[in-house]
């Protein structure tokens, strides 16, 4: 077993890992950036939508975009259409091409000053009394103890780096959408919008999507609640019959499966000399199942956070606290707000679903793409939606 030492460990290198990498070695931090794949950004698990804030994290460039959107169209059970774009701007969302937007993530941690190593997989944490010292990981057949002052779990959906250090991460099914998706080119000619479909018997507790990634390329997509998914109803089953509904001479070039943790964030994201980043921290807005602004945001604090914790030789839990303070102030308030949206959402049949869709039917314009400004939109169509918000919290 060999040793090391560094300021930081960041385990997985998706966008939360990444960011946080790299505004910790922007800060003078020396940090190792570990990931378990050979390949960073493969295999894409992601639909690649996002908003146009994400410029807030990242200067775009369109070599990692492969398609700028208008805005999305929501279709209700009934066909009934929402199409939501943001006032006075062509440009609501891009689709990213994640296979080397992830890289050039990693990429620009590297430029920062971060050590970023491919094919090296922690497999533990090391603990003195409660404190968290590094973890264990596994590189080319050789064991080493990456010792840390303080350790990040970036680990995705499936983080055990969390459960490791004490931090209870566990998800219902209920809490899971399962979801399958197709790449399919020979499609109809991009539509501009990313579109949104809802029906109990297109996607049950969950939507199908169609994100256009190039004049005749689509990711098609559909997410079931956890809880339906069985042997009868498959994510699989139910992207077969939309995609063919769709697309019925579309050619399938990827295939992929994926989960998308629903729960809300973890109940600590903090404890004594460890964090948690993006959807290993549940940070996925539980309506959308969108994460990767929410990853980004979140390592960008923790980055901070970090820095100054490194500066005051102060690792402990209630130093590294200002991260859950921030991230709590800064996107935590939406995330709980999408988790009361969802469980009204979940809770509609297709006929009441169409009765809280109609009066948003139309276009609707925003001031900026965010959860924020179209849940404040939705509210001022519907007052109802507000009035059953409310009774959810009391
Ligand atoms: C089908 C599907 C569609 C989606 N569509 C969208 C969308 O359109 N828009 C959106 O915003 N979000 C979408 N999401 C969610 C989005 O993909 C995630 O929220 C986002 O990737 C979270 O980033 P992350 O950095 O937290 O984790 P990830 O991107 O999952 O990165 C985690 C990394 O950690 C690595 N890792 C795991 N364990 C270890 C270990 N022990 N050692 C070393 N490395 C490890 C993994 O290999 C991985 O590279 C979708 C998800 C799915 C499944």
């Known amino acids: 077993m060999r040793d090391e030492k560094h300021d930081v460990v960041v385990v997985g290198a998706g966008p939360g890992g990444s960011i946080t990498a790299r505004t910790a070695a922007e800060k003078g931090l020396d940090v190792v950036l570990i990931e378990r794949n050979s390949e960073i950004g493969v295999p894409v698990k992601c639909a690649e939508g996002v908003s146009r804030e994400i410029d807030k994290f990242v200067k775009i460039d369109y070599n990692w975009i492969s398609a700028v959107l208008k805005g999305t169209i929501t279709h209700g059970p009934d066909g009934s259409e929402v199409v939501l774009s943001v006032d006075g701007m062509d440009v609501a969302m891009y689709v990213l091409e994640r296979r080397l937007f992830d890289k050039f993530l990693a990429q620009d941690a590297i430029r920062a000053g971060a050590d970023v190593r491919v094919k090296t997989a922690a497999y533990g944490i090391i603990k003195e009394q409660e404190q968290v010292k590094g973890v264990y990981a596994h590189a080319a057949g050789e064991d080493i103890r990456i010792f840390a002052d303080v350790v990040v779990g970036a680990d995705g959906v499936e983080s055990r780096v969390g459960r490791w250090g004490g931090i209870d991460t566990r998800l219902r099914l209920a809490d899971v959408s399962t979801c399958a998706q197709y790449l399919m080119c020979d499609v109809e000619p991009n539509t501009g919008y990313g579109e949104l479909f809802f029906g109990e018997e297109i996607a049950p507790r969950g939507y199908a999507w169609i994100f256009p990634k190039g004049e005749d390329t689509v990711n098609v997509g559909v997410g079931i609640g956890g809880e339906v998914s069985d042997e009868n109803h498959r994510a699989l089953a139910y992207l077969n019959a939309f995609a063919r509904d769709k697309f019925p001479d579309g050619k399938i070039i990827t295939e992929i499966y994926g989960a998308v943790p629903l729960s809300g964030p973890v109940y600590e994201t903090v404890s004594a000399g460890l964090l948690l980043v993006g959807d ?115």
């Open 280 to 394: 290993a921290a549940r940070h996925v807005n539980p309506i959308t199942g969108g994460g990767i602004l929410e990853a980004m945001h979140g390592g960008k604090i923790a980055g901070e956070v970090i820095a100054k914790a490194v500066q005051e030789k102060n690792f402990s839990k209630r130093r590294l606290m200002e991260y859950e303070k921030r991230w709590k102030k800064e996107f935590g308030r939406i995330l709980y707000a999408g988790m009361k949206a969802k469980q009204l959402l979940l809770n509609l049949d297709s006929k009441d679903f169409n009765e809280f869709f109609h009066p948003l039917a139309g276009d609707i314009k925003i001031k900026e793409f965010t959860e924020r400004a179209l849940l404040k939109e939705m509210i001022k169509k519907n007052p109802k939606i507000l009035l059953s918000l409310v009774r959810m919290m009391f």
